[in-house]
């Protein structure tokens, strides 16, 4: 399989339970020890063209066969948006750091893709953001309109922020299940933890039809 970084990797299927909140801990000098549960908050930004800076434009005649616009996103993070011939990746990188950035929604499968427009932003209430979480599409080969238009197969996909950025996992949207819920859960329990380059880009709960089209 493929990673979405370009790198080899073998895609698991698992499934997460339900995990308690994460707590931080310190002990008074009384020796009590006193727990504070985290409180996850999420952020949101637009990939909307029009609140995007476009930076380049591949024209064929009078017509715009590619371009990349750079989006503002939290904490000085930034999305990078990429449309070739009706394919999509979005990359994240942190301002004024070159060298920390990733490919985190993507396809090398050549089917068309696009990006939606909200981006969700994971963290703990007063910090920066530890995780992304954007919704990426593929078209359906198989349920094209008449005008020849795909049907969109829509994933969620997970990724770690901070000193290396890297995809976590994704989620099916088209299976019967809570893929909002799911990849808030995997972000907050399981991003901070990853291991860019060495752990695995997991498919967390079930599959649907954006599973039989694309896997990465």
Not at 16 to 31: D, E, K, N, Q
Not at 58 to 84: L, P
Not at 113 to 133: L, M, N, Q, T, Y
Not at 147 to 163: C, H, Y
Request: one cysteine or more; aromatic letters at 6%; a positive charge.
């Amino acid at each position: 399989m493929q990673r979405l970084d370009g790198q080899a990797t073998r895609v698991v299927r698992v499934g997460i339970a339900s995990l308690a909140a994460a707590a931080a801990a310190w002990t008074m000098p009384c020796g009590v020890t006193i727990v504070r549960a985290e409180e996850f908050v999420s952020a949101y930004t637009s990939t909307k063209p029009s609140l995007c800076r476009k930076t380049n434009r591949v024209m064929v005649g009078s017509d715009e066969y590619g371009s990349t616009r750079v989006c503002h996103g939290k904490a000085g993070y930034v999305v990078i948006v990429d449309d070739e011939d009706l394919r999509t990746t979005a990359t994240i990188m942190k301002r004024g750091k070159p060298t920390s950035k990733a490919v985190v929604a993507g396809s090398g499968s050549g089917g068309f893709s696009s990006v939606h427009d909200a981006v969700e932003w994971r963290g703990i209430k007063g910090a920066e953001p530890f995780a992304v979480i954007l919704r990426w599409s593929i078209g359906d080969p198989d349920d094209a309109t008449k005008a020849g238009f795909q049907k969109d197969l829509p994933f969620l996909f997970v990724a770690r922020l901070g000193a290396a950025i890297c995809t976590v996992a994704y989620v099916d949207t088209t299976a019967k299940q809570d893929a909002n819920a799911l990849a808030r859960q995997v972000a907050d329990q399981k991003a901070r933890a990853f291991k860019c380059g060495s752990d695995t880009v997991q498919l967390v709960g079930a599959r649907g039809r954006a599973s039989e089209v694309f896997t990465p």
